[in-house]
């Protein structure tokens, strides 16, 4: 298989090795010390922050699952048009742009249900 020897830089400072970026090229994180993934005085580290990140998003997405409340609740004064087991249809018509047709729409308590 032929070997891949192409080399990638991250701007044109790196391609050209100026000297003010070849000076601070090894401090290019300078929030930790030399130990590998010890943090300085500030006393947080990457680890800290994935700890809150994923606290953060699983206590996001729980209070995100949380139903709304629905309740029936009965007529006080129940209209005289409507019976909760008998649907009623009505005859109306749809339009779209220049093309119309009628169309019947079955209604159930005042919500349609179903449209022939």
Request: charged content about 25%.
């Given at each position: 298989m032929k070997e891949n020897k192409k080399t990638y830089w991250k701007g044109l400072e790196q391609l050209t090795n100026d000297?003010?970026?070849v000076k601070h090229a090894d401090q290019e994180f300078p929030g930790f010390t030399s130990?590998?993934?010890?943090a300085e005085d500030n006393g947080s580290s990457r680890r800290d922050?994935?700890?809150?990140?994923?606290?953060?998003v699983a206590a996001a997405s729980l209070a995100a699952c949380?139903?709304?409340?629905?309740?029936?609740?009965?007529?006080?004064?129940?209209?005289?048009?409507i019976n909760p087991s008998v649907p009623n249809y009505y005859a109306s018509t749809f339009a779209n742009g220049g093309d119309y047709?009628?169309?019947v729409v079955k209604t159930r308590e005042g919500r349609p249900i179903k449209i022939d």
């Open positions: 000297p003010e970026f130990k590998k993934g010890q922050f994935l700890k809150m990140m994923g606290f953060s949380e139903a709304p409340v629905r309740k029936a609740i009965p007529y006080v004064n129940k209209p005289v048009d047709a009628s169309i």
